[in-house]
């Protein structure tokens, strides 16, 4: 017993010993040609260079137990298949010691299975490949494919089969069915770590890896990302986020050249994922540098990549740039800025305040009652929220007069409205009004809709040679915007200041604008109120003594009636009326959008003696339109 164990041993050295290297294409011209020169355990290590033509595809190993390397990885080495056939062919009982390292294999294309590689009934260890632009009936890139041995009583598998993928990248690769891998049979369980599936494409709209019956796999620490068919979908849905396994753009150098080399800060560098290990066959070797500023470091290496600083500066140590940093002096890697006034929310007095504090009172502008005029007191003796400061009995905003009202208090349906507005301004103490941001704001209380025309008009004793400057410098600008989910349009009324000394006036009688809208739907409720430009507050008028608030009479709200005889809606009496009537009586036309409107005769009920009766109205001189009662 003791000379037989000592036989094993020895002849277990002997292969050990006598392993050899087998180099292509120095000691053998073709792959092929040297794993048949090899012998179990050896090595076939190829040199650099594009393997092209017979022995170089279309591979077998028969029983050959070989490790088949590249000398530089699969940047330097490729087999280019020609779109004639596979890479290699893996025959059953193959165990792990089976070992395909370093290669890029693309162009393979096959009508059945593995447009890159086959291996059946075998567990080959496939390591640090990138498998390119391959097309297969099914499994575009690799079939794996349990093999059963059936000479006995029954089927049972040869041997437990267990490939294994590690570091490898799989792009552009098209199946018709079943993905870039496809495993099958039962029995066999494939392993999948640290590998990239990116762009692979499955006519049936399937996932980059596919199982068949009782096969499985496990992935950990891979990126499945942009591929066509889904991404950690169907079989292997359940794998997504765990294990390390992400779905993220692995950021290669460049597709276009076949540069599947990841960029420094891709998520699939070993320093930015979780499992802390190259994800893919290529590391982080960009033959570019993202720089954009010009300072000589690359985008990834740059804590400012916007700015140029060659230094890279840090003085917080927040791997934020002290020229991008909002707030250099204190450490804020989150570098929030809630007022986005380009100073973070660390360093900021008031953090909530785009102005920080514009008069200088201590108070933030979020808060202070009078913004623009210094007032640390903050005195508010009407307790209205607006401070004394800013209140001035000199400026007075008023609806001057108002066109389309009709019966006292209401506005008609379809009919232009317009509104005549006067700012008053005689303080009589020299100061000037330098410019304007403010608003009306124009709502209905059901929502209804309605249009907006607008325009800035003076007359009175307004000075118009200056008007015409203040036009030409940008003034009076006026423009509308909705307010969401408070059903009112805000009619912006903005200006810029006029060039220097040429300000309005003091004792300037009035400025004055109108505002014009039509109403569209009947019962409901018009109104126009003054508001901040963008909307909320008060109005606030800025002069030479500061920002003030100036008196307002409104809001003023008009009802929506209609106007009897205009059947149509359209805000006038016309022949158009008429015919609506006469369709909607006689030829089932639509219903008048305002009924009481066309029950003109003052009787209950719409019928033909209400279009006899506007017919008399608009075309023989008789009595006006009378709304009756609809029932």
Known sequence: MKRLIQVIVCACCAITVNAATIHVPVDQPTIQAGIDAAANGDTVLVADGIYLGVGNRDVIFEDKLVVLKSENGPEATVIDCENSGRAFYISAGHDSTLVIEGFTVRNGSVGSGGGAILSYGSSPS???????????EFGSAIYFSGAEDKSGRGARLIDPQAPKVTNCTFVGNTAIIRGAIYIQNVGISVTIENSIFYANTSAQQEPPVC????????????DIFGNI?????GSIADQAEINGNLSVNPLFCDTTIDDYSIDSISTCAPSNNSCSVLVGALAPNCRFCWDWDFDGLCYGDDNCPSVYNPNQEDADSDNVGDSCDNCYTLYNPDQEDTDVDQIGDSCDNCPYDPDND??????????????????????????DGIGDACWSEYITLTLDNMTGLYDGDSVIMGASVRWNFRLTYTPGDGSAILASTNGFRVWTHSGGTYTDNFSAITYDSFPWGWF???????GLVMSPFSIDGLGADTIGFGGVGPPAGEYIPDGTDSLCWWIQTVPSLYGDTLCIDSSWFPPGGEWLWETTQ???YPYWD??????VGALCGNVD??????????IYLLDYLFFDGPAPPVLEAANVDGEVGINVADLTYLVDYLFFGGSEPICGPIE
């Not at 199982?211 to 891979?222: D, E, H, R």
């Not at 015409?468 to 940008?474: H, K, N, R, V």
């Not at 409104?554 to 009802?559: E, K, N």
């Open 358 to 383: 514009i008069d200088g009172d201590g108070i933030c502008g979020d808060i202070d009652n009078c913004i623009y005029i210094y007032n640390p007191d903050q005195e508010d003796t009407d307790g």
């Open 468 to 474: 015409m400057i203040y036009l030409s410098t940008g």
């Open 126 to 136: 496939i390591i640090g490949c990138v498998f390119a632009d391959n097309t297969a």
């Open 569 to 578: 809606g359209s805000g006038g009496i016309n022949v158009a009326d008429v």
């Open 554 to 559: 409104g809001p003023h709200c008009f009802h």
């Open 546 to 548: 500061g920002g003030v």
């Open 211 to 222: 199982l068949g019956w009782n096969a499985t796999v496990n992935l950990s620490c891979t």
């Open 229 to 233: 068919g889904g991404d950690w979908v």
